[in-house]
Every structure is written in C-alpha cells, then in structure tokens.
C-alpha cells in the first residue's frame, strides 16, 4: 500500500511539473520558472523570441507604478532595522529600487530623518520614470541613478528581490567601490545549500534570468570584504523548477550585515 501511494505521489508530482512546464510561456501565467543553466549568458540564450527580456522598458516601468505601490510584509525586517540604522543627512542606496516605491511606502511606517538622501539605482526605463514620479509628488530628496558606483560611501545600502536578477554577485560588486556602504541591508533572495545556478522567470511583465545563490559563499564571500552578519531571516516564500527537484528553494532570505571597520574602502578589505 506504501508503495502505491508513493507512486500515486510520483505521479501527481510529474503531472503538476507537466502543467507548469507548458504553460509556462503562457499569457497571464507569472512567477513561472523554466530551465536550469550554469551560466547567466546561457539562461539569457533560453528566453523566448519575441517577447519583453529583462526590465529596461517604458510598459514595465508603468507596470512598477500601477502595482508596486503596495507595502510588502516581507519587507518589515528592513524597515526595523532602517529605524535603528538611518540617521539625518545620510546616503541610502536603494539598489534594484524600481520607482522609487519602497521610499514613499516605507514613510508610512518609517518617519525618515531629516535631510535623508534616498537615491534608487536602476535600469533606464525604470529611473526614468521614478524621476518623474518624484517630480510629481513633489519628493526632491529622491533621486535615481544608473549607476552602482553612486553607492561609495552609503550610509546604507539595501536592496530588496533584486539580486537574483543581477549577474554578479553582490560582493563583486561591492569590491568595485572605494568606500564601502557602513551598513547593508539585503531581502527577498533565493538562496540555498547547492552550487549557483539560474533559471528563466516568466513574469506578467517580462521574461528575464534568475539566480539562485548558494547561501554559504554568500556570506562567506560578504564577510571576507568585512563586514559581520547581523542578522538573518527566512521569508515564506519557495521556489520550484519543474523536473528539477534539486534545485528547489524552500524559502528565501533576507539580511543584515555592518561593516567591521565603517566607511573601510573595498581594496583595502581585499587585503
């Protein structure tokens, strides 16, 4: 009898990675993952023709207005610990920061000290229209950028469900700065105990490359630049590939990590 159902189990298990798998180009289906690749490049190779790839685009920019706008609770450590972190006159980097959502949703929660300069890097298309979202609710303290070397010398840097659409890892690219964010604030990732891979996501909006981190180089690799973690925690969120069981993320996380030695420059952490 324990053999039928676990066979039964096997099979409700193929079907529904059947289901998955072919609807996954689908119109409407989100959030839908396909393929495991070893490479950014080769994930990059597998979207389909034809279709939105990636962010930097007018209609996804317009998407991030019309549906971002609402708080996430996942986002609750970050704004706690933002509470404890952020102090007047200071640089918060909001990296992957889409529109500029987190910094007029953050408020309501979260009154930010005087003279904070919120400053969002992102693609082109997104910036864009988070410049001119700020003009029209009259916000001059935020500020977008497409570049990640505006983030020498933050206060804080947070970034929140957006390093998994990164090529490069966050410690690489924290090693390319002169000075290094005091405090780093990380959530919403896809991280687990196996070797980094990426997928395809199909999203309402678009089709990009995901990546799955393994957790322990993460840390390890954070730590080595100086920094300590301070914190971590898990959110209620998995990922599945259908047929690739191995890969499976049973939760995502989050993170915070202090410089050892504040305002330390990356070169000489590589040291």
């Known amino acids: 009898m324990a053999a039928v159902r676990s066979s039964i189990r096997a099979l409700l298990s193929t079907a529904y990675d059947a289901g998955n798998y072919l609807s996954f180009?689908?119109?409407?289906?989100?959030?839908?993952?396909?393929?495991?690749?070893?490479?950014y490049a080769a994930a990059q190779a597998a979207l389909p023709a034809g279709a939105f790839h990636g962010f930097d685009h007018a209609s996804v920019a317009e998407y991030f207005v019309d549906t971002h706008m609402v708080f996430n609770p996942s986002d609750y450590p970050v704004v706690f610990w933002l509470s404890k972190l952020m102090k007047s006159g200071d640089l918060l980097f909001d990296f992957g920061g889409g529109v500029g959502q987190s910094f007029y949703l953050y408020q309501r929660f979260l009154p930010f000290p005087e003279r904070t300069h919120w400053l969002v890097c992102e693609v082109?298309?997104?910036a864009r229209r988070g410049g001119q979202l700020?003009?029209?609710n009259h916000a001059p303290n935020l500020e977008f950028t497409t570049s990640f070397s505006q983030a020498c010398g933050a206060a804080v840097l947070m970034t929140t469900g957006v390093l998994q659409y990164v090529e490069a890892e966050l410690p690489s690219l924290l090693a390319s700065l002169s000075k290094l964010p005091e405090h780093v604030l990380v959530n919403r990732v896809p991280m687990y105990s196996g070797k980094t891979y990426y997928t395809v996501q199909h999203s309402l909006h678009s089709f990009a490359p995901y990546k799955v981190s393994n957790l322990e180089s993460f840390v390890v690799n954070m730590e080595e630049l100086g920094y300590e973690k301070v914190d971590?925690?898990?959110l209620s969120r998995s990922l599945k590939i259908p047929f690739h069981p191995a890969?499976?993320?049973p939760f995502y996380h989050g993170f915070y990590f202090r410089l050892r030695e504040p305002l330390a420059s990356a070169s000489a952490a590589s040291h």
């Open 25 to 39: 180009s689908r119109h409407g289906s989100s959030h839908r993952f396909k393929g495991v690749y070893a490479s």
């Open 124 to 126: 082109e298309a997104l």
């Open 134 to 136: 700020a003009e029209e």
């Open 232 to 234: 971590q925690w898990y």
């Open 247 to 249: 890969q499976s993320v």
